[in-house]
Antibody, heavy 122, light 111 residues
Framework: QVQLQESGPGLVKPSQTLSLTCTVS??????????WSWIRQHPGKGLEWIGYIYYSGTTYYNPSLNSRATISVDTSKNQFSLRLSSEAAADTAVYYC??????????????WGKGTTVTVSS | QSVLTQPPSVSGAPGQWVTISCTGSNSNIGAGYAVYWYQQLPGTAPKLLIY???NRPSGVPDRFSGSKSGTSASLTITGLQAEDEGDYHC???????????FGGGTKLTVL
């Protein structure tokens, strides 16, 4: 049973870069049958897709983030990471990592981490 | 403003049924992309409830069903139970935005 766990600072100052890591257990990030995604949820709001990555490093991002997001993968550690630049209060949210199935044609998230709250504040 | 439109809230009494709508456009649901539904119970992460329009992952009760027609989709929950209370999110893919898109979420209250 694949499980995902987010980790990273809960408080980030404005204009600093947010960095989060997702550790995958119970399965290999290099299995080849999945992509790996970051999604966030602003307080009291709906879900927002940030992007996803394949174990080879191929990435897809939400254009609405204006290239502020970078997702990378470390197959040796079975982890993938998110860096979000130019932090502002608008980036305060719960950040989730998730496994993506059928990314090529009909992407959806079938396994989610528990989420980690990031607050952007001075 | 979410790309997919859901009602902010729905409610129903235990044992009754409710339907949650998800309205998109010709660049997402209407273009033939599948619709997915996620259940988010209070204080927890979303959980996949329906995939490929009307399929349930193993372990999801058959009280939950999905449908799709044109540019819209619906989630129907029958035999409402108190533990169904939470938020429900629809999701698809938009080929104009080149992005995975979500609805704004619907809060289900079991009266």
């Amino acid at each position: 049973q694949v499980q995902l766990q987010e980790s990273g600072p809960g408080l980030v100052k404005p204009s600093q870069t947010l960095s989060l890591t997702c550790t995958v257990s119970g399965g290999s990030i290099s299995s080849g049958d999945s992509y790996w995604s970051w999604i966030r949820q602003h307080p009291g709001k709906g879900l927002e897709w940030i992007g996803y990555i394949y174990y080879s490093g191929t990435t897809y991002y939400n254009p609405s983030l204006n290239s502020r997001a970078t997702i990378s993968v470390d197959t040796s550690k079975n982890q993938f990471s998110l860096r979000l630049s130019s932090e502002a209060a608008a980036d305060t949210a719960v950040y989730y990592c998730a496994r993506v199935k059928e990314a090529g044609t009909r992407p959806y998230m079938d396994v989610w981490g528990k989420g980690t709250t990031v607050t952007v504040s001075s | 403003q979410s790309v997919l439109t859901q009602p902010p809230s729905v409610s129903g009494a235990p044992g009754q049924w409710v339907t949650i709508s998800c309205t998109g456009s010709n660049s997402n649901i209407g273009a033939g992309y599948a619709v997915y539904w996620y259940q988010q119970l209070p204080g927890t992460a979303p959980k996949l409830l329906i995939y490929n329009n009307n399929n349930r992952p193993s372990g999801v009760p058959d009280r939950f069903s999905g449908s799709k027609s044109g540019t819209s989709a619906s989630l129907t929950i029958t035999g409402l139970q108190a533990e169904d209370e939470g938020d429900y999110h629809c999701q698809s893919y938009d080929n104009s935005l080149r992005a995975v898109v979500f609805g704004g979420g619907t809060k289900l209250t079991v009266l």
